[in-house]
């Protein structure tokens, strides 16, 4: 038996983002079977939000050097730009993905606390998945934003524990708090977080890496560039102001920032949002 892509339905014009302004976008979604000669490391790394489900068989999926099993209803996602690995452990392992991108994509997936692995809360949706792929070759306002509601449907069957109530989910609503409220500090890092806390580096990269996947300093630097983004593309705010309420003292390292992480200057990213608009 071959390695397929069963299904394999694309957003049109999926390497940009379309003119429509919403927070996400449906990039693509489908099936991929694989037998056990499969193994897939070091793959392009992509500018989306990728969710697997696993449909049937058993795989393994590698993040940060460490292995997940993957087993029936068990779902894992990427964030933007991780290197995808991952490979085949029975002789079919089926996985669905779903794939989103755009302003928002990232701090969408992050703010409902999913383990990175974990067992789906609901079966797989099937019926949901085929209505993704019939609007997601779609191009109308409508399905696009249709499209935005069945993604969340997915999310929600994809569950999760409440963790707030936790020992670690006190202490990461805390740190999460400390953070929206004081993102104008340029003085926020870890080391601050830590302080307020009463914790150490070390069980706060943990908290962080069990709750979303990601450090605590790579938090603070997304919550930064989603500040930005809004900013940039909502208000006619001047670039200093922006920078001052992201926490950034001096407007050039703003824009570096923001440079590196969008791949356009400030201006270039007001301009384009204009002319989509």
């Not at 928002?104 to 797989?124: C, D, G, N, T, V």
Request: proline letters at 7%; charged letters at 20%.
């Amino acid at each position: 038996m071959k390695n397929i892509d069963s299904f394999n339905y694309l957003r049109p014009n999926s390497g940009n983002l379309p003119l429509l302004p919403l927070p996400f976008y449906a990039y693509c979604t489908g099936i991929h079977t694989a037998t056990p000669n499969y193994t897939q490391y070091n793959a392009e790394i992509t500018p989306f939000v990728e969710l697997l489900w696993c449909v049937k068989g058993i795989g393994e999926i590698e993040l940060y050097g460490r292995r997940y099993e993957m087993h029936p209803n068990d779902i894992f996602f990427y964030l933007p730009y991780e290197a995808h690995n991952r490979k085949a452990l029975s002789p079919e392992w089926q996985v669905r993905w779903l794939a989103f991108d755009g302003p928002f994509a990232e701090s969408i997936i992050l703010a409902y606390r999913y383990a990175r692995h974990q067992k789906a809360a609901m079966p797989y949706p099937a019926e949901t998945f085929g209505e993704i792929e019939k609007l997601i070759v779609d191009n109308s306002p409508f399905a696009m934003r249709k499209l935005l509601s069945l993604i969340l449907y997915v999310l929600a069957c994809a569950g999760g524990t409440d963790s707030s109530s936790t020992y670690t989910g006190q202490y990461f609503k805390h740190a999460q708090h400390l953070i929206h409220s004081q993102i104008s500090d340029p003085l926020l890092d870890i080391n601050s977080l830590c302080a307020a806390l009463k914790i150490s580096r070390v069980k706060l990269t943990k908290i962080f890496n069990e709750s979303t996947g990601v450090p605590p300093g790579r938090y603070i630097l997304n919550r930064r560039l989603d500040l930005a983004q809004s900013l940039l593309t909502g208000t006619d705010l001047p670039i200093s102001e922006i920078a001052e309420r992201c926490g950034f003292n001096n407007p050039q390292t703003f824009l570096k920032f923001i440079q590196r992480s969008l791949g356009a200057s400030p201006l270039e990213i007001r301009k384009i949002n204009r002319v989509k608009s």
